[in-house]
């Protein structure tokens, strides 16, 4: 499967845990890019990658979300210490980069807080 | 900066009758627009996008959108629904200068009737 992976598809936390989500792009792209769905909202940006490098991270709360997308492996977005408020989907996607390439996207992991 | 909204959070049609979603944007130089439908658990997939080659744009599943400039707009139509079109829509806007980062609208549910 070339399209983008993203694991686990469900993943359930108890508030105050960790939260780790991983993206493997599609096959050619080195642009990741992270987005958070509430229920009956829209996709809200987080954070935009490529390899070793965090592009533009103006969505991502300050404190306890970090991203990153090493030389070697999946991208992986870590939300520390859970609470409740981030029960989400949270998409991942990717692209070539280029100006008016559109944004292939995973299946998403859908997160919930107890 | 870039901004996108669509007007109307549900839109309601029944089977066969005309689709009009729309979507009217914010840029401050010339756009990348793009409409994507999301299937329940699922991620979104690319319908159609416009590059500036052509105004009028064709998408897959028979849907079609159109860029006026002049009305800022860029609204998705299908001239007859069908029962498999039920989804949500979302409008996005991506510029040359941010290299693939779009700006989603917060999503329209269609929903068609028998």
């Known amino acids: 499967n070339a399209g983008v992976m993203q694991n686990p598809r469900h993943l359930v936390r108890r508030r105050g845990q960790e939260a780790r989500l991983r993206c493997s792009p599609m096959k050619g792209h080195s642009h990741v890019y992270w987005y958070r769905q509430l229920p009956e909202e829209g996709l809200k940006f987080m954070v935009y990658?490529?390899?070793?490098?965090?592009?533009?991270e103006s969505g991502m709360p300050k404190e306890r979300f970090s991203a990153e997308f090493p030389k070697e492996g999946p991208s992986i977005l870590r939300i520390q210490q859970v609470v409740r408020g981030d029960s989400a989907a949270y998409f991942c996607?990717?692209?070539?980069?280029?100006?008016?390439?559109?944004?292939?996207f995973g299946n998403g992991t859908r997160l919930t807080v107890t | 900066a870039q901004s996108v909204t669509q007007l109307g959070s549900h839109v309601s049609v029944s089977e066969g009758a005309l689709v009009l979603l729309r979507c009217n944007y914010s840029?401050?130089?010339?756009?990348?627009l793009f409409w994507y439908v999301q299937y329940p658990n699922q991620g979104l997939q690319l319908l159609l996008k416009y590059t500036s080659a052509a105004t009028l744009v064709k998408g897959i599943n028979g849907f079609e959108a159109e860029f006026k400039k002049s009305e800022t707009s860029f609204h998705l139509t299908k001239p007859s629904a069908h029962m498999s079109d039920a989804a949500e829509y979302f409008c996005a806007v991506s510029l040359n200068t941010n290299a693939g980062k779009s700006t989603f609208g917060d999503g329209t549910t269609l929903t068609v009737k028998p």
């Open positions: 996607a990717s692209s070539r980069g280029q100006g008016g390439s559109p944004l292939h």
């Open positions: 990658l490529q390899k070793e490098n965090i592009i533009d």
């Open positions: 840029s401050s130089v010339p756009p990348y």
